[in-house]
Every structure is written in structure tokens, then in C-alpha cells.
């Protein structure tokens, strides 16, 4: 079994900044590949960005490419995402996934075993 906590949502103006963090325990950390996604009201949850067990390789959404920064900690069992020069379209509930069972697992939110329960972020214009 795997727990997911995120933390670090809130309420920002637009080209503001805020640091998300994933804390999870369970398993042992660094053998399994992690995510965040997001999802907006009355949209599908979409993959934001991606990281491998030893974080050397990441991944990103278009929408996010040089301006979200995701990272890992495996002495703290914590990921993190970096978002800056955030956008009104960058509001939603952010939710930190694991896929115990792969190393990199990829976009596809089926592959991913254990998720948080989110936290929001609000972007205002």
C-alpha cells in the first residue's frame, strides 16, 4: 500500500508561482515512477508531468513545458512540482500519482496505481 498526500494549493493571481508537494509513504520510494495530473471542473483529468523512479527523466504536457518543474526527493519520499507564470487555465484540483508497478510509466492515467486526493489551485485573472 502506497499514501499520497499533496499539499501546497491556494489561491494565486495569474504569473504568480506555487510549489506542490506529494509525501508519500508505504512502499519504498525510489522503485516506482510518479506523476501529477490535474483536473478542471467539467473536464477530464489530464497528465501534467512525469518523473521516473530516479528522476533523472521527466516529462510534460505541452501546456506546462517551461514553466511547471517537476522533481523528486527520495530521502524525504517527496515529489514535487514547481509552477510559475501560472494561467486562469491552469486552475484545477492537482493530484500526485504512483505507479508501484513501473519504473516510468508514462501519461496514461490507467497505469497509475495510488493517487492523493488532491489539492486545488486557483488561478485568478
Known amino acids: 500500500q502506497v499514501q499520497l498526500v499533496e499539499s501546497g494549493g491556494g489561491l494565486v493571481q495569474a504569473g504568480g508561482s506555487l510549489r506542490l508537494s506529494c509525501v508519500a509513504s508505504?512502499?519504498?520510494?525510489?522503485?516506482?515512477?510518479m506523476g501529477w495530473f490535474r483536473q478542471a471542473p467539467g473536464k477530464e483529468r489530464e497528465y501534467v508531468a512525469i518523473i521516473n523512479w530516479s528522476g533523472k527523466n521527466t516529462y510534460y504536457t505541452d501546456s506546462v513545458k517551461g514553466r511547471f518543474t517537476i522533481s523528486r526527493d527520495n530521502t524525504k519520499n517527496t515529489m514535487y512540482l514547481h509552477m510559475n507564470s501560472l494561467k486562469p487555465e491552469d486552475a484545477a484540483v492537482y493530484y500526485c500519482?504512483?505507479?508501484?508497478?513501473?519504473?516510468?510509466?508514462?501519461?496514461?492515467?490507467?497505469?497509475?496505481?495510488?493517487w492523493g486526493r488532491g489539492t486545488q489551485v486557483t488561478v485568478s485573472s
Open positions: 508505504g512502499r519504498t520510494f525510489s522503485n516506482y515512477g
Open positions: 500519482a504512483a505507479a508501484t508497478y513501473l519504473a516510468s510509466p508514462g501519461a496514461n492515467p490507467s497505469n497509475y496505481n495510488y
